[in-house]
Every structure is written in C-alpha cells, then in structure tokens.
C-alpha cells in the first residue's frame, strides 16, 4: 500500500484542527447563550417582582384614599351632629 502524500496529512491534520476548533467554538456558544438566557430570566423575575410591588402599591393608595374619604365624611357628620346638638 501506497503512503499518502503529505500535503494530504497535513491537510487532514488541518481538517482535525478545524473540527475540534469549530466544537469548542461551539460549546462555548451553548455556554453564552445560556447565561444570556439565565440573566434574561432573572431579568423577567425582577420585572414581575416590581410590576407586583407597584401594583400593591397602587392598591394600598387606593385602599388609603377610600380611607380618607371614609374618615372625612365621619368627621364631617360628627361636626355637623356637635353644631346641631343643644349643649
């Protein structure tokens, strides 16, 4: 049997070299991309968690204000009762 020529082992070590470079490359994608995608989701947790703490927020302004309005309107009936009243 015949050895091959040597540019064709040198090609076929390139080709190897090329192979195992586009693999690491490769991985080390999968490896951003998924800390892109864990950071991203973090980011959505923390977008929920605020929109939830403004919502509450809201609610307990709102909650405060029915309050307010509820207070006000006794005390304007106990002024009213106090000037109506004999003593």
Same mark, same amino acid.
């Given at each position: 049997?015949?050895?091959?020529?040597?540019?064709?082992?040198?090609?076929?070590?390139?080709?190897?070299?090329?192979?195992?470079?586009?693999?690491? /490359?490769?991985?080390?994608?999968?490896?951003?991309?998924? $800390? +892109?995608?864990?950071?991203?989701? &973090?980011? @959505?947790?923390? *977008?929920?968690?605020?929109?939830?703490?403004?919502?509450?927020?809201?609610?307990?302004?709102?909650? /405060?204000?029915?309050?307010?309005?509820?207070?006000?309107? $006794? +005390?304007?009936?106990?002024?009213? &009762?106090? @000037?109506?009243? *004999?003593?």
């Amino acid at each position: 049997m015949k050895t091959p020529p040597e540019s064709f082992l040198l090609f076929k070590e390139e080709l190897r070299k090329a192979q195992l470079e586009k693999e690491r /490359l490769k991985h080390h994608y999968e490896q951003k991309l998924a $800390e +892109v995608n864990q950071e991203l989701c &973090r980011l @959505k947790e923390q *977008i929920q968690s605020q929109q939830d703490m403004m919502r509450t927020t809201l609610e307990y302004a709102s909650n /405060l204000e029915a309050r307010l309005t509820e207070v006000k309107e $006794e +005390v304007s009936h106990a002024t009213s &009762r106090n @000037k109506n009243s *004999i003593y």
